[in-house]
């Protein structure tokens, strides 16, 4: 699975990763800072659902790491318009997040029975094994960034633990979700593959939908 991604493929997983990162800034407002209570649980959720989708679309290892590297690349745009430096919390530890729930999903959609995979249940089974073995990574952030896991207040324990009940109960749909969804774009490309409208929009989409998402992102911390 780690061959070469397709041009039309690669063009959905940026337009994937855009709107991740887009979702990232728009629901992570609070960027300056530490996470507060369920936003990083839910972000989990939301994270698997464009994992689930990516992978769908291209069944490639890159093509899960592009999206994530994309996601990180907003996360880093969108410190910079806060002048954020990159090891700080709000930035250096969602990074961490991100690969780590990517890590895991590719560890689990490998073991799980391929059969299994193609059925609803199945998926919902990955999607919360993915957020809880990712959840119970991410205190390993401060071995990573120097940055420790923001934890719940008047208690030692992780936030990302604490609420760790929500983001697989959250994942447990968000996973099936991005299955469907992928299947759907997969089916759409499939659709007007051979129309030249089609493929002449599939060239434009991906690099506009990007520059438009950063745009949205540039306006949203102007207001």
Request: aromatic fraction near 10%.
């Given at each position: 699975?780690v061959?070469?991604?397709s041009?039309?493929?690669?063009?959905?997983?940026?337009?994937?990763?855009?709107?991740?990162g887009?979702?990232?800034?728009?629901l992570?407002?609070?960027?300056?800072s530490?996470a507060s209570f369920?936003?990083g649980s839910l972000m989990t959720?939301?994270?698997?659902?464009?994992?689930?989708?990516?992978?769908?679309?291209?069944?490639r290892?890159?093509g899960?790491?592009?999206?994530i590297?994309?996601a990180c690349?907003f996360?880093?745009f969108?410190a910079l318009?806060?002048?954020?430096?990159?090891l700080h919390?709000?930035?250096?530890?969602?990074i961490?997040?991100?690969?780590?729930?990517?890590?895991?999903?590719?560890?689990?959609?490998?073991?799980?029975?391929?059969?299994?995979?193609q059925?609803?249940?199945?998926?919902?089974i990955?999607?919360?094994?993915?957020?809880?073995l990712?959840v119970n990574l991410?205190?390993?952030?401060?071995y990573?960034?120097g940055?420790?896991?923001?934890v719940?207040?008047g208690?030692?324990y992780p936030?990302s633990?604490?609420?760790?009940?929500l983001?697989?109960?959250?994942?447990?749909?968000?996973?099936p979700?991005?299955?469907?969804v992928?299947?759907?774009?997969?089916?759409?490309e499939t659709?007007?593959e051979?129309a030249t409208?089609?493929?002449?929009?599939?060239y434009f989409?991906?690099?506009v939908t990007?520059?438009?998402?950063?745009?949205i992102?540039?306006l949203?911390?102007l207001?």
């Amino acid at each position: 699975m780690v061959k070469n991604i397709s041009k039309s493929h690669l063009g959905i997983v940026v337009i994937l990763g855009a709107v991740w990162g887009l979702s990232e800034a728009a629901l992570g407002m609070g960027l300056r800072s530490c996470a507060s209570f369920v936003s990083g649980s839910l972000m989990t959720g939301v994270a698997l659902f464009f994992i689930a989708a990516s992978w769908v679309v291209s069944r490639r290892i890159l093509g899960v790491a592009l999206l994530i590297v994309i996601a990180c690349l907003f996360k880093m745009f969108d410190a910079l318009l806060l002048s954020l430096p990159v090891l700080h919390g709000a930035v250096a530890n969602p990074i961490f997040a991100f690969i780590m729930e990517g890590a895991a999903f590719l560890v689990l959609i490998t073991i799980i029975n391929k059969k299994l995979k193609q059925r609803k249940a199945g998926q919902a089974i990955l999607g919360g094994l993915t957020a809880l073995l990712a959840v119970n990574l991410f205190p390993l952030v401060k071995y990573a960034t120097g940055i420790p896991a923001c934890v719940f207040p008047g208690t030692g324990y992780p936030l990302s633990l604490y609420y760790a009940p929500l983001a697989v109960s959250l994942s447990l749909v968000t996973v099936p979700l991005g299955f469907l969804v992928g299947a759907q774009i997969e089916a759409f490309e499939t659709k007007f593959e051979g129309a030249t409208l089609g493929r002449k929009l599939r060239y434009f989409a991906s690099p506009v939908t990007l520059i438009l998402c950063l745009a949205i992102i540039l306006l949203i911390r102007l207001i």
